[in-house]
């Protein structure tokens, strides 16, 4: 279940960061 929190966790950060970068 860890390692599932942490995937999940990995993608919510990495969707943020494209995001961000789309923003800009």
């Known amino acids: 279940k860890l390692q599932e929190i942490t995937l ?4 919510s950060k990495m969707d943020v960061i494209c995001f961000q970068k789309y923003q800009k």
């Open 8 to 11: 999940f966790d990995f993608f």
